[in-house]
């Protein structure tokens, strides 16, 4: 613990709190993302926009950047500007109208060339609801009308035997953060979407093409209203994709699948929750008693031997483990080598050796890369080893920071304790996971490169390095694509004094929600065992089975219809009153409610693997050439690059996956 340093009582404070000691360091430039470009070709998504008009500024985190992260191509054009010929039409895959009210800037002559392309095969999906201000026989001849617009707080799937819709449950519903504004839609087509008996999607086919057209307005993919990754986003691609000309192609994640865990040590995690109930000085709460006397020492807990990975790879799952290293048993250590070795986990450090409480039931967390929180008190300053300072949180409450840094290691110590480290995971015989899940907060500047040189360089971590997990700035940074803090595939921040660091070098990814405020109606905790219930007394979660099969279903869907991955999260110790039996049908549970979800169980490097290639490459041209689709991507991709291919069947539409393998530079695909 570092000693406390006080001032004298003619001290300027203020003066101490602007010491440059507190200012953190700036990041180094970033670098693009190959893929967030847009294409050329005759088979392109064409997406209509009128820079002039007001709501073009909402164009870019509406379409553009889900088309991005959905390795769409694509190509825009300014109807403000230039009319759209027919010809141009005729020869995309798809017309996108991503710009709310944008009817009224389409002229006679490029409304006609949109039917005519639509009649000779084109598809046309549109994001705009207002269809009666579109010109001429717009609405006629798509046999569609619009109502009063309304404000709708939630929406219900009317089918799920329909392509777009079909890997939904029956009458299952997304409820919106806030009422958006929405035009309910009459006349032809599959009515997809309803709330209250009006239909607010609908999906059709005039001529040679198919159209759906979108009731609700684009405001709904604002985190605001509901979000781009929140439990609508596989209306947005399977639309494109069933509407589209086929063989349709997208350059997207494939349905991977994992779960993560925190906090973890084997039976060391009821023991931590063991202490955590005894430093509150409380009784222990009937499931701690009861799990604690079911067998001796604990032994009914399904966190001992880690049985709770070995049930989940019963189900297929494959978890990503984050240890405090010095606190798992060997018995425990000796029962994960031989999961590890059937490649069915992915283990790392938690940031920290050790993390408990001590024999006055103080917390404590031995970080390995630095030594706490230096904070700005009164009259002095403080170190805290774990969580952030007190006055850190009021900061949070009260919008008034109270100066603080990560108190950094040595380069010296650092190697030392990062030596220490190695030796444990080579005596243990596994191998720690290229993808660093960080205990609390990112780590400071200098331990970068120590993880380099160690091939660490995937990272789960939303917060930006040397900042504390519960200060805003620290999560100030772009979280491509949509800027949401739980999902994301972008390059991290690297800190200006990360010497031997370089922009690219370590890639940020994640595929879980988060939550950016209390009691969100969405989905309220990160944590599949905590929120929409009051946690029971010291075991920090509720403990109620079928609640927690509900988030594991939700968050991994969630993942899996944005063209993330599932990665539902937990803590270790929240399972710690479960026995075997009890998680397995937990986990059954689950299994029903994915059943028609398409997954891919692995390990979460294969996750970073297949993300960083997918966000380092692009499909620079698409071009039908009458009997084949021909690709040109460029970029690096060190792994496979997931292609997903559709064609249409009757009124449906089937998907299939190509591989392209790794590459440098230039690649040509073809595809029929």
């Known amino acids: 613990m570092l000693k406390a340093i006080r001032f004298g009582k003619n001290h300027n404070m203020k003066k101490a709190a602007n010491d440059s000691r507190w200012k953190k360091p700036a990041d180094k430039p970033v670098i693009d993302l190959a893929q967030n470009r847009p294409a050329e070709g005759n088979r392109t998504v064409l997406v209509l926009v009128d820079a002039k008009r007001p709501a073009f500024k909402d164009v870019h985190h509406v379409a553009l950047a889900a088309l991005h992260h959905m390795g769409i191509p694509y190509k825009t054009w300014d109807i403000g500007i230039r009319p759209l010929p027919e010809q141009v039409a005729k020869e995309q895959t798809l017309i996108l109208l991503a710009q709310e009210r944008l009817g009224a800037s389409l002229s006679k002559q490029s409304a006609q060339a949109i039917l005519a392309g639509l009649k000779n095969g084109t598809g046309l999906f549109s994001l705009d609801p207002w269809i009666m201000s579109y010109p001429g026989d717009f609405a006629r001849v798509l046999k569609l009308g619009g109502g009063s617009e309304r404000a709708i707080a939630s929406i219900r799937f009317r089918t799920n035997r329909h392509y777009i819709s079909a890997l939904r449950d029956?009458?299952?519903?997304?409820?919106?953060?806030?009422?958006?504004?929405?035009?309910?839609?009459?006349?032809?087509?599959?009515?997809?979407?309803?709330?209250?008996?009006?239909?607010?999607?609908?999906?059709?086919?005039?001529?040679?093409?198919?159209?759906?057209?979108?009731?609700?307005?684009?405001?709904?993919?604002?985190?605001?209203?509901?979000?781009?990754?929140?439990?609508?986003?596989?209306?947005?691609?399977?639309?494109?994709?069933?509407?589209?000309?086929?063989?349709?192609?997208?350059?997207?994640?494939?349905?991977?699948?994992?779960?993560?865990?925190?906090?973890?040590?084997?039976?060391?995690?009821?023991?931590?929750?063991?202490?955590?109930?005894?430093?509150?000085?409380?009784?222990?709460?009937?499931?701690?008693?009861?799990?604690?006397?079911?067998?001796?020492?604990?032994?009914?807990?399904?966190?001992n031997h880690f049985n709770y990975v070995k049930v989940l790879n019963d189900f297929g799952w494959k978890p990503e483990i984050s240890l405090f290293v010095d606190q798992v048993s060997n018995e425990d250590w000796h029962h994960l080598k031989t999961i590890y070795d059937n490649n069915n986990v992915q283990a790392s450090l938690h940031g920290s050796f050790r993390d408990g409480f001590d024999e006055k039931g103080q917390w404590f967390s031995d970080f390995v890369m630095y030594r706490g929180v230096e904070c700005l008190a009164e009259d002095r300053v403080v170190l805290k080893s774990n969580l952030a300072p007190e006055n850190v949180h009021i900061f949070m409450e009260a919008k008034k920071q109270a100066p603080y840094r990560i108190a950094r290691y040595s380069d010296r110590i650092l190697e030392k304790r990062m030596r220490r480290l190695d030796r444990i995971w080579k005596a243990r015989g596994i191998i720690p996971g290229h993808t660093l899940n960080?205990?609390?907060?990112?780590?400071?500047?200098?331990?970068?490169?120590?993880?380099?040189?160690?091939?660490?360089?995937?990272?789960?971590?939303?917060?930006?390095?040397?900042?504390?997990?519960?200060?805003?700035?620290?999560?100030?940074?772009?979280?491509?694509?949509?800027?949401?803090?739980?999902?994301?595939?972008?390059?991290?921040?690297?800190?200006?004094?990360?010497?031997?660091?370089?922009?690219?070098?370590?890639?940020?990814?994640?595929?879980?929600?988060?939550?950016r405020m209390p009691h969100d109606p969405v989905s309220d905790n990160v944590d599949f065992c905590r929120g929409g219930k009051k946690p029971i007394a010291g075991l920090l979660t509720h403990r109620d089975p079928e609640l927690i099969a509900r988030r594991i279903i939700q968050h991994t869907k969630f993942g899996l219809q944005s063209l993330f991955f599932g990665f539902p999260t937990t803590h270790e110790m929240n399972l710690a009153t479960f026995t075997k039996e009890e998680w397995r049908n937990i986990l059954q549970a689950v299994e029903t409610g994915l059943r028609r979800q398409p997954k891919m169980f692995v390990r979460l490097d294969e996750i970073g693997c297949a993300a960083k290639s997918k966000c380092e490459t692009h499909i620079d041209t698409i071009q039908w050439n009458g009997a084949a689709l021909q690709l040109v991507l460029s970029g690096k991709a060190k792994t496979d690059v997931w292609l997903r291919v559709f064609h249409d069947k009757g009124n449906d539409c089937t998907e299939s996956f190509l591989k392209i393998s790794p590459f440098n530079g230039i690649k040509q695909a073809r595809v029929r």
Not at 442 to 471: E, M, W
């Open 170 to 303: 029956d009458n299952e519903s997304v409820q919106f953060r806030k009422p958006v504004p929405a035009v309910p839609l009459t006349g032809q087509g599959t009515a997809l979407l309803a709330e209250h008996g009006a239909p607010f999607m609908r999906a059709g086919q005039v001529g040679a093409g198919r159209f759906v057209w979108f009731g609700i307005s684009p405001k709904v993919w604002f985190y605001e209203h509901l979000g781009h990754g929140w439990g609508l986003d596989d209306m947005f691609w399977r639309s494109i994709a069933w509407a589209a000309k086929k063989p349709f192609v997208m350059k997207a994640m494939p349905p991977h699948v994992s779960m993560r865990f925190d906090d973890c040590a084997g039976l060391g995690g009821l023991w931590w929750i063991i202490g955590n109930t005894n430093s509150l000085n409380i009784p222990h709460s009937k499931p701690l008693a009861r799990i604690i006397n079911l067998e001796p020492a604990g032994g009914a807990s399904v966190l």
């Open 438 to 515: 960080n205990h609390w907060r990112n780590v400071p500047s200098n331990a970068l490169r120590f993880l380099k040189k160690r091939g660490q360089t995937f990272t789960i971590t939303s917060g930006r390095c040397n900042y504390v997990h519960v200060d805003p700035e620290g999560y100030d940074w772009r979280k491509l694509p949509y800027g949401d803090a739980g999902a994301f595939m972008d390059y991290m921040p690297i800190p200006a004094d990360a010497h031997g660091v370089n922009p690219g070098d370590f890639f940020s990814f994640r595929g879980n929600v988060g939550p």
